[in-house]
């Protein structure tokens, strides 16, 4: 049984339904004949009927080695290569943010069908589908269309953040894998590392997000890297950079030329999830626009201030609203589909 905590009015409506059963019982007939245990059954199989279907141990029986096939592909791969680790995290990242977490990035084009991958924030960007493969073709091996990718990306990302020495975050299974995509919507609802804080905030709150957890978000920028051509205006046309890291990026970011070349996201540690990002920005030296807008005499100054100082307090905040995006409008029960190939659906 899988079982999800209720909103305050929904509780209220299956308490309201309990209770009228339950003075039914007394009304016809003895109510000692019902014990508790019966009685409070009603409830939680009230409350299952209408739950969302995610569980912790979705996969129990299904797929006992879910877990840890997919934390070993992700740490040989991440061992490999440490940005992997970023690029499977912004997968998922870019995965919910387009109408929920159900794996609608991984579809390929084809000749009658238009995915995600080609839109502005995910083309020639978007990294880490040959990973994505590996892992699917091992659950397949060992529990056949089994394991949905959504849930398959949302744990992919929390042992990223691991592998790099981040914190862990307990995730609900049950997802299911999305048969249709959206270009338009991965190109207006991905937020764009030109905007500035109240764009940001916007962005985030039409996902259900608060400013507090969008700031939290942002800390995933402790690794992975960028391209020139996204960070190119801030380095030669903004006066809120620090001079040094301006002129060391001009170096591999010239005007005009070289819009794949790649810089950090943090300058400091960009292959350790730790909270040096947000002493980065205190020092003027965040790379993108987006990133430096957090801390630039706004409302979310002091927060940074706080997480540049308190490792742990980030840590919490970030797990917490990593939590929160996993959750994003997933498809469950008969919505939807197990694919046995990500990138295509069944």
Not at 85 to 112: M, P
Not at 189 to 212: E, R, V, W
Not at 263 to 282: E, G
């Amino acid at each position: 049984m899988h079982y999800q905590i209720l909103s305050p009015t929904s509780f209220k409506q299956h308490l309201f339904i309990f209770l009228q059963i339950v003075e039914l019982m007394a009304s016809s007939s003895p109510f000692h004949m019902y014990s508790l245990p019966t009685c409070i059954m009603c409830l939680c199989v009230l409350i299952e009927t209408t739950s969302g279907q995610l569980s912790a141990n979705f996969y129990g029986s299904s797929c006992p080695n879910f877990s840890s096939i997919i934390s070993s592909a992700v740490n040989s791969a991440v061992s490999n290569e440490a940005r992997m680790g970023a690029s499977l995290l912004r997968l998922h990242f870019h995965d919910c943010f387009v109408n929920g977490c159900d794996a609608s990035v991984l579809l390929d084009d084809t000749a009658n069908f238009t995915g995600e991958k080609t839109a502005g924030p995910n083309n020639n960007s978007l990294r880490g589908f040959d990973v994505i493969d590996t892992i699917k073709s091992q659950l397949e091996s060992s529990c056949p269309g089994v394991v949905s990718c959504a849930d398959m990306l949302a744990a992919a990302a929390r042992d990223s953040v691991v592998a790099l020495g981040g914190p862990s975050w307990n995730l609900t299974f049950g997802r299911r894998d999305s048969t249709t995509a959206s270009l338009s919507a991965a190109n207006s609802n991905i937020p764009a590392p030109t905007l500035n804080l109240s764009g940001l905030i916007t962005s985030f709150s039409n996902q259900g997000f608060t400013t507090n957890e969008m700031v939290a978000l942002s800390g995933s920028h402790t690794i992975g890297q960028a391209r020139c051509t996204v960070f190119r205006a801030r380095i030669y046309n903004e006066t809120n950079i620090n001079s040094s890291l301006a002129t060391s990026l001009r170096a591999n970011c010239p005007s005009s030329g070289g819009d794949n070349n790649l810089s950090p996201l943090d300058v400091v540690s960009p292959t350790s999830f730790d909270n040096a990002y947000f002493s980065n920005l205190l020092n003027q030296n965040g790379l993108l626009h987006s990133d430096q807008e957090l801390f630039n005499n706004g409302s979310t100054d002091a927060q940074v201030r706080t997480y540049s100082s308190n490792a742990a307090t980030f840590s919490t905040d970030f797990a917490n609203a990593m939590v929160k995006m996993s959750n994003l409008n997933p498809l469950t029960g008969s919505n939807g589909e197990v694919r046995t190939n990500c990138r295509r659906t069944n």
